[in-house]
């Protein structure tokens, strides 16, 4: 591993629970009161899936775009308020730097939003690299976006290890050529059994790697 490629919300920081409770409070802002089950639904809901769901079980019309932009703008005093750090995240960036690994970022967060969560968080310093998908266009489930990236920080994918907690980018990656680590969280359990199967190793914590 010449280069170590992090996500962010749910990677390297503990936010994703904060961003999947915005789908319920989208829902209550429209004066609708969802129920358990369907909180607990919109919990493991991630992307276009949001949208179709509210279409579907409240009639509500709305757009990827529009959901995304006001829910960047939920999360902006969530990460100024300063989110915890998975467990074992910040030790185990200085373990790769001190062994010359390159750190980069790569998050599907805008790149305003990540630079609040990443500042208050101390990480900025223990990153070689931070990119937002929307400065290298794409999405991470997509081979193209890995092939811009590693030319851009001058690392062939062969070399590069991608930590995730996404499904669909665990598998962009795989599809990529990267090697994958897949991260443990309360929205993900629901696709342990993919992520096992896609990845070279799943963690709880990464305590667990050397």
Known sequence: MKAAIFDMDGTLIDSMPCWRKLNAEFVRSRGIEPTPEQEKEMFALTGMQVVSYFKERFGLESDFETLC??????????????????????????????????????????????????????LVRRLDYIFSTDLIGGNKGETAFYDRLCAM????????????????????????????????????????????????????SYDELA
């Not at 915890?84 to 185990?92: D, Q, V």
């Open 153 to 204: 920080i001058g690392v062939p994918k062969e070399d590069c290890v991608m930590f995730e907690d996404s499904l669909y980018a665990m598998q962009g990656a795989r599809a990529a050529g990267l090697g994958v680590v897949g991260i443990t969280d309360s929205t993900n359990a629901h696709v342990r059994a993919q992520m096992q199967d896609t990845c070279d190793i799943v963690i709880d």
């Open 69 to 122: 932009a006001q829910a960047c703008r939920a999360m902006e005093p969530v990460y100024a308020a300063g989110v915890p750090l998975k467990s074992g995240a910040g030790a185990y960036l200085d373990r790769l730097r001190e062994r010359g690994v390159l750190c980069v970022l790569a998050t599907a967060t805008p790149a305003r939003q990540a630079l609040i969560a990443l500042n208050r968080m101390d």
